[in-house]
């Protein structure tokens, strides 16, 4: 019953890519499975989104919601986990940020709930003389941060961590001014899978984070893209590990009567369904000592 159900999704999600000429955008969609090809075709119908941006947008989110729960063995040793370091590219108003905070709706919706639960756990401490442990916020997502905050996020929650920085050159000009490089080290030591150690006399606990995993995903201007060259990414190899999304057309579909009369429940439906992928996500169990 499950494989006829996938098969008529299947069939489904090929007669509308053929309809709406997605493969003319070259974009392997197929690479998705059934379900998420349905949304995605949903988002860029019902909301224009371009295909590439909330494509790979939730392809950040689910690598972020997943964090090191699996891991890929290489060789021998050497493994790694599905961490992913994205940039939207495209002009002014071309709709970078929509689809890439829609994604990530549901990891802010997994983050809230844990700020709620965080502030009841700090007046419960207060309301008992502050004796005990005090609560720690766990979260995921960060935007403005400096490199030992986003280590001390990921201590807390060594599942993963998420930096999102809607234009994102600005934190790339900030790295090496501001922190000697702190942050561009600890995204390359983060992505070869080496443990990342700090110890500041500020913070008597050093942080020691044996399994590392940071996504990272913004957007920029396509005429800020060449920023990067000038920073000496090429050479350390981080521009290596950067995917860079850019749209094959610039054209924005126009919006019709038609689209506008169906936003009510499809875009609605097509959500709830990507809601419901990231909770089973992030149901997976992590274990914090991998072998």
């Excluded at 008597?204 to 005429?223: F, L």
């Excluded at 990067?228 to 999304?245: P, Q, T």
């Excluded at 019709?256 to 009510?264: Q, R, V, W």
Aim: with cysteine.
């Amino acid at each position: 019953m499950a494989d006829m159900k996938n098969s008529r999704l299947e069939l489904c999600n090929r007669i509308r890519m053929e309809a709406e000429h997605t493969e003319d955008t070259g974009f392997p969609l197929d690479a998705f499975p059934q379900a998420v090809q349905s949304v995605i075709l949903d988002m860029t119908k019902y909301e224009n989104y371009m295909i590439e941006f909330i494509a790979t947008s939730m392809l950040s989110a689910a690598s972020t919601a997943l964090g090191g729960t699996y891991r890929i063995r290489i060789k021998s040793d050497w493994q790694s986990n599905g961490a992913l370091y994205i940039i939207l590219v495209g002009r002014p108003g071309l709709g970078k940020t929509p689809p890439l905070e829609a994604a990530y709706r549901p990891i802010r919706k997994h983050d809230y709930a844990l700020f709620k639960a965080y502030e009841a756990e700090v007046e419960a401490w207060k309301a008992a003389g502050e004796n005990g442990k005090k609560p720690v916020l766990h979260r995921t997502i960060v935007s403005d941060f400096t490199p030992e905050s986003l280590l001390q996020t990921h201590n807390s929650n060594p599942r993963s961590v998420a930096i999102l920085v809607d234009e994102i050159m600005g934190m790339f000009n900030s790295a090496n001014r501001y922190n000697n490089g702190q942050l561009i080290e600890q995204l390359l030591s983060a992505w070869s899978n080496s443990a990342i150690d700090v110890t500041r006399v500020s913070n008597p606990i050093p942080i020691h984070i044996e399994n590392p995993c940071i996504n990272m995903v913004g957007t920029t201007q396509t005429r800020r893209v060449h920023e990067l060259l000038k920073k000496g990414y090429e050479d350390n190899g981080l521009l290596d590990r950067i995917l860079f999304v850019m749209p094959k057309s610039y054209l924005v579909a126009r919006w019709t009567e038609s689209e506008e009369e169906d936003t009510g429940s499809n875009p609605a439906s097509a959500w709830r369904t990507w809601e419901a992928i990231m909770e089973k996500v992030f149901s997976l169990d992590y274990e914090v000592n991998i072998p």
